[in-house]
């Protein structure tokens, strides 16, 4: 049971296009929500995050929208560049709590 | 980058034979992890670790077990692989817990693309 729900899996999106990723969870515990890059061969690293106390949060092209009645939580990436093209991935954890949960993951390619 | 060393980086191996990952981290960082990547899965947590000899399950634990013997290594063992348990496996490392007030950033190493035929 997957408590990070991601969607699309993949995305392609023109230069200069601006892409858009969707993530739903399922556990009101949930206080911390992150977004990580990875590109082909590396690690996740840490994009962005948000606190459910804001609706937004803007570092450079990047913004994370969130709902908390919703439960609900997007990535926004403005101008989208190739050097973009990357999976993300969504995640949610509890308060203290070292089990971060994660989404499936989004495929994104940005074509020249 | 995060000084976060996987060793080895690519193995394969045969059904029912024991596998152990190594993680070495040079940051001194209390907290690590082992976590397994699958398409439509994204990451799992197999099982972390809170100080020296100080470790817990985390979401899919079956079949791992883990030992942290110091500060900078964390290992994980299959003790009898099966193709189940083919996948990446990523360490990952924290200053403080994840989801802390402060920050609750994870610094991932390059992975350990694992095999099991």
């Known amino acids: 049971q997957q408590q990070v729900k991601q969607s699309p899996q993949s995305l392609i999106v023109q230069k200069g296009g601006i892409s858009i990723i969707n993530c739903a969870y399922e556990n009101t515990a949930f206080d911390y929500f992150p977004w990580y890059q990875q590109f082909p061969g590396k690690g996740p690293a840490l994009l962005i995050a948000i606190r459910p106390d804001v609706s937004e949060k803007k570092e450079g092209r990047f913004t994370i929208s969130f709902n908390k009645s919703a439960k609900q939580f997007s990535l926004h990436i403005m101008d989208s560049q190739p050097g973009d093209s990357a999976t993300y991935f969504c995640a949610a954890s509890r308060p203290d709590n070292n089990d971060m949960r994660f989404g499936a993951g989004t495929r994104l390619t940005v074509k020249p | 980058d995060a000084g976060i060393t996987q060793s080895p980086r690519h193995k394969v191996t045969e059904t029912g034979t024991p596998v152990t990952l190594r993680c070495h981290q040079t940051?001194?960082?209390?907290?690590m992890y082992w976590y397994r990547q699958d398409p439509g899965h994204g990451l799992r947590l197999i099982h972390y670790s809170y100080g020296v000899k100080d470790t817990d399950k985390g979401e899919v634990s079956d079949g791992y077990s883990v030992s942290r013997s110091k500060t900078e290594d964390f290992l994980l063992t299959l003790e009898s692989a099966t193709s189940s348990q083919t996948s990446v496996y990523f360490c990952a490392i924290s200053e403080v817990v994840v989801g802390h007030v402060l920050t609750g950033e994870l610094f991932f190493g390059e992975g350990s693309r694992l095999t099991v035929l």
């Open positions: 940051e001194n960082h209390r907290y």
